[in-house]
């Protein structure tokens, strides 16, 4: 080897070990194994954490960390890029989408379920008739007694409990059912809003359904998957101690006309908005979308567990748990009487 060969080859060995020492590490999880975290709502940690057990007993080398805090908080750390794999229950707003896209980062959303907004009472409550003009009236105060809804209730005073003050809950009853109108002096909130919820502990939506279970005067809003029965998967049956208000869209409630939130009335809801022509009969009308939002590039954990929930498997998941998937169509049949 002549002199001009040795040092080429000199050359060739300091650069290899110039790359080596300013090596970009390189991701060692994949879609199914490897560590991620998911910031969820707080309201959706059943069925969440349904999905996070059959997700990691089919691939025992993957750990999935959900990070339950409120709907507000979930959205904030996507955009801090703390966590790159939210549960939410909206879309990213402009502003969100160009701060993302200027970090370069590529961004996937979709909608996996519909869920149903449960209103609930105590057990020994008979008054499970509402309408949605009703409701709007009990939240601005407007109407504060039973006695209002129903002059031969033994109930007086309404109290209205809610999870926390900012939560998707109370945003959702702002936007949809009260349009922005202040919330009456009967509203309250069991716990104030936190970073983080504690899933070992009493979360917020089990304080509602115990507090409402306890006081005969109060009605709470909780997500389906916290009330549906894990005992009942076949007709979708809710748990037991509390009673389930039938909604009504229409100006008198009847019991022909107010619908309980199972899965086949949502279904039926959200026919009715597309195409009221075709389904002219309405379904339960409190119902909100779940999105999952990633940020995260494709090819790991966060991307396979992303996967995993809008497919067949997972959108199963999410049926058992009293709530609508969106990527399982249902049949809607119509029959007329002759």
């Given at each position: 080897m002549d002199m001009k060969q040795t040092r080429l080859l000199i050359m060739a060995l300091g650069m290899l070990l110039f790359a080596s020492c300013y090596e970009r590490p390189t991701r060692t999880d994949t879609a199914t194994s490897g560590i991620t975290q998911v910031a969820v709502d707080e309201s959706f940690a059943p069925v969440v954490e349904a999905s996070i057990n059959v997700f990691e007993s089919l691939y025992p080398k993957a750990a999935i960390i959900p990070v339950y805090t409120t709907d507000l908080n979930s959205y904030q750390l996507l955009m801090d890029d703390s966590i790159r794999l939210i549960i939410g229950t909206r879309l990213l707003t402009e502003n969100e989408l160009a701060i993302i896209k200027e970090r370069k980062q590529r961004i996937r959303s979709h909608k996996i379920a519909i869920d149903g907004i449960a209103v609930i009472i105590h057990k020994d409550n008979n008054d499970t008739l509402?309408?949605?003009?009703?409701?709007?009236?009990?939240?601005?105060?407007?109407?504060?007694?039973?006695?209002?809804?129903?002059?031969?209730?033994?109930?007086?005073?309404?109290?209205?409990?809610?999870?926390?003050?900012?939560?998707?809950?109370?945003?959702?009853?702002?936007?949809?059912?009260?349009?922005?109108?202040?919330?009456?002096?009967?509203?309250?909130?069991?716990?104030?809003?936190?970073?983080?919820?504690?899933?070992?502990?009493?979360?917020?939506?089990?304080?509602?359904?115990?507090?409402?279970?306890?006081?005969?005067?109060?009605?709470?809003?909780?997500?389906?998957?916290?009330?549906?029965?894990?005992?009942?998967?076949?007709?979708?049956?809710?748990?037991?101690?509390?009673?389930?208000?039938?909604?009504?869209?229409?100006?008198?409630?009847?019991?022909?006309?107010?619908?309980?939130?199972?899965?086949?009335?949502?279904?039926?809801?959200?026919?009715?908005?597309?195409?009221?022509?075709?389904?002219?009969?309405?379904?339960?009308?409190?119902?909100?979308?779940i999105f999952m939002i990633i940020t995260d590039s494709p090819g790991g954990l966060s991307s396979g567990f992303f996967n995993f929930v809008s497919g067949d498997r997972g959108q199963r998941i999410i049926l058992k748990s009293g709530m609508l998937p969106s990527n399982r169509p249902v049949r809607l049949v119509q029959i007329s009487e002759e």
């Open positions: 509402l309408t949605t003009q009703q409701l709007q009236k009990v939240l601005t105060g407007e109407i504060d007694s039973w006695k209002q809804l129903n002059p031969n209730s033994p109930l007086d005073e309404i109290t209205v409990m809610f999870d926390t003050p900012n939560s998707s809950m109370v945003r959702y009853m702002q936007d949809s059912i009260t349009l922005n109108r202040p919330f009456g002096t009967n509203v309250k909130a069991l716990s104030a809003d936190s970073a983080l919820a504690d899933i070992t502990q009493l979360v917020s939506h089990d304080k509602v359904i115990e507090y409402v279970a306890t006081h005969a005067n109060a009605i709470g809003f909780v997500g389906l998957n916290w009330i549906s029965s894990p005992t009942d998967s076949i007709s979708h049956g809710f748990i037991e101690g509390i009673n389930i208000v039938s909604m009504s869209s229409s100006l008198e409630a009847t019991p022909l006309n107010s619908y309980k939130p199972y899965p086949y009335q949502l279904a039926l809801e959200m026919a009715h908005r597309e195409d009221p022509r075709e389904f002219p009969a309405r379904g339960y009308p409190l119902t909100r979308d």
